[in-house]
């Protein structure tokens, strides 16, 4: 066996579901433990320190959330929600208690690896809030110098207000995980109030007016309806 695989805990009680994302899991090259309760999976948890947490809500003897409120007590291990609830105050509720990021059930293969790999290089690059580092980042067309602040898309520069530009360059350190309303505003605005989420709202507009996207393109940012926004990966 691979010693350097990353370790997954992947916390489900539905059997299909469990061993259907462990035989993915493990297909890509990961090391995959399974619990089928809330109170195994804590205790694997502490015993088999993974890298990484997959967590179905629903679990038989305690609400999924109750993991992430143990968990999130000592430890920013990064925790993918899984979850049959469409439901957006569940994912909101799990995200804001520290969860990560969510995958609605059913999934496919390459959302769900997406999500881990997302999750994963959160984890690499340490806290979740980190300031924005220098260097460049690119999706498709678009080019963000941080060093410059400076966005353009084709080659052109895009003008962007300082707010729109802080929201921008918050969502691209996030590539492929979303970010809550409330993430957002905090990590902009410092805090909420009433109008917060239609203040966002109207930035993100411009933003996307501004980067050349229609209703309904999601070439770069797509709209979580209402939970957050997710900057797509190259
Ligand atoms: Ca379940």
Same mark, same amino acid.
């Given at each position: ?89 569940d ?24 999500? @881990?790999?997302? *999750?994963?290089?959160?984890?690499? $690059? +340490? &806290? ?10 690119? #999706? ?42 409330t ?18 709202? @109207?930035n993100? *507009?411009?933003?996307?007016?501004? $980067? +050349? &996207? ?10 979580? #309806? ?9």
């Amino acid at each position: 066996m691979n010693n350097n695989k990353y370790k997954i805990l992947v916390i489900e009680d539905e059997h299909n579901i469990s061993s259907f994302v462990k035989t993915t899991l493990e297909a890509n090259d990961y090391h995959v433990l399974v619990a089928a309760t809330c109170k195994t999976g804590v205790m694997m948890f502490a015993s088999h320190t993974p890298d990484l947490v997959i967590l179905d809500l629903g679990l038989p003897d305690q609400d999924g959330l109750e993991f992430i409120r143990v968990v999130r007590k000592d430890s920013a291990i990064p925790i993918i929600v899984l979850s049959a609830r469409t439901m957006e105050s569940d994912k909101v509720e799990a995200l804001d208690l520290g969860a990560n990021d969510y995958v609605t059930k059913p999934f496919g293969i390459a959302e769900l690896l997406a999500r @881990v790999r997302a *999750a994963l290089r959160t984890r690499r $690059l +340490g &806290s979740d809030m980190l300031a924005v580092p220098g260097g460049k980042f690119t #999706l498709h067309d678009l080019t963000i110098d941080y060093d410059r602040r400076q966005v353009t898309v084709g080659g052109d520069e895009i003008k962007l207000t300082q707010t729109e530009y802080n929201i921008l360059a918050m969502l691209s350190e996030h590539t492929g995980k979303v970010l809550t309303y409330t993430a957002i505003i905090r990590f902009i605005w410092g805090s909420m109030d009433d109008g917060s989420v239609k203040k966002l709202q @109207v930035n993100m *507009a411009n933003i996307r007016k501004k $980067l +050349g &996207s229609k209703p309904g393109d999601n070439r770069y940012i797509i709209n979580e #309806l209402g939970v957050g926004y997710r900057m797509l990966e190259e």
